[in-house]
């Protein structure tokens, strides 16, 4: 069975609960609703045979409501299939874990908490994985400056704002194509 | 030299010693004698240190120089090559490595992101490590090959040479007793 039998096969499943599908050169992405995304991962993982997970990352939609997504990227032992799995989280929300699924959920769980801090529920160990305990910012959202933000826990770590000086790493939010968003892309006259 | 046994030791002058007398200052000696053991405490945090390691080794082979006895303990080493990116949760077991070591210590920061932090001018990343402790040497390099290390490890030998760490001691205490 193929990645788009099964998408077809969860539409059968779960109707509503699954917002949308999308096939893009062969790559099937299903966009779910919050609330059944646990039972959807879980059909995959137990009916389908997705046994693997192979990425869980997130996305901050920064000035969009609900804000945050959830990207989950999953395949079968063999790799003769892939799925992509997408959906919606708000500021306050929390996601269901998915580490009784897959046991290699555990850290990609904790290195989206640490850097977009999205909190998860049922998670044995959620904890940052990166930055140290007591850091108080989430680096990966997008209202956190790239020069970052000064901080001081004693004795464990502290931050400084790295000098950017306007150099080629800054991008600048609003612009309407790449070339006036990012500097380096520009055309020298 | 061999030691003559005790029954022939004489008291007398003996004029084959001469030869063997050099005549010099007590900074030049001792430093002469540092500059030529230096124990380097490998600091290796990313892609320099591979660089670090290949110095080492046969093709680089810094024992030409009297360098080659890496200590992986700082309390055995005099030293700190920084090679590579201390990012700030590295910083403050950098900074303790350094305060574990017995003076007189030296540090090398080698490579871009020792220096400045290099290309990460990140949230995570000291922006060079001379923010917490004193470098002697700044290698620039992304990262530097080799011969550019042993070319920072001489420049730190010359620096040592030109030490008065004896003489300031002495006026220190000429001072004290005045």
Known sequence: MSAAADVTKLRETFGEKIWETLEFRGEQTVRVELGSLHDILAKCRNDLAYEMILDISSLDHFGDDPR??????????????HLRIKAKVGEDEKVPSVTDLWAGADWHEREVWDMMGIPFSGHPNLK?????EGYPYFPLRKDFPLAGRPTDMPDVAFTGVAPLEGGPFVTSAGGEDVARREPRAQVVK | ??????????????????????I??????????????????????????IELMATASSRFDISRFGM?????????????????????????????VWDQMPEPKWCIAMGACAS??????????????????????????????????????????????????????????????A
């Open chain 1, 68 to 81: 945050f997504e959830m990207v989950y990227e999953i395949a079968t032992l063999d790799d003769s299939k």
């Open chain 1, 128 to 132: 940052r994985i990166l930055m140290w």
């Open chain 2, 1 to 22: 030299m061999v030691s003559p046994s005790p029954s022939t030791l004489h008291t007398a002058y003996d004029s084959k010693i001469e030869g063997n007398v050099i």
């Open chain 2, 24 to 49: 010099t200052r007590v900074d030049a000696a001792i430093n002469w004698m540092r500059k030529n053991s230096l124990w380097p405490m490998p600091m290796g945090l990313a892609c320099c240190a």
């Open chain 2, 68 to 96: 080659e006895v890496m200590r992986f303990s700082p309390r055995q080493a005099d030293v700190l090559i920084v090679s590579g990116t201390v990012t700030y949760k590295m910083a403050l077991a950098v900074k303790r």
């Open chain 2, 116 to 177: 400045s932090g290099g290309m990460y001018r990140s949230y995570a990343v000291l922006q060079g490590i001379d923010k917490l402790i004193p470098v002697d040497v700044y290698i620039s390099g992304c990262p530097p090959r080799p011969e550019a290390l042993i070319e920072g490890l001489m420049k730190l030998q010359t620096k040592i040479e030109g030490e008065h760490s004896t003489m300031d001691q002495k006026r220190t205490f000429i001072d004290e007793i």
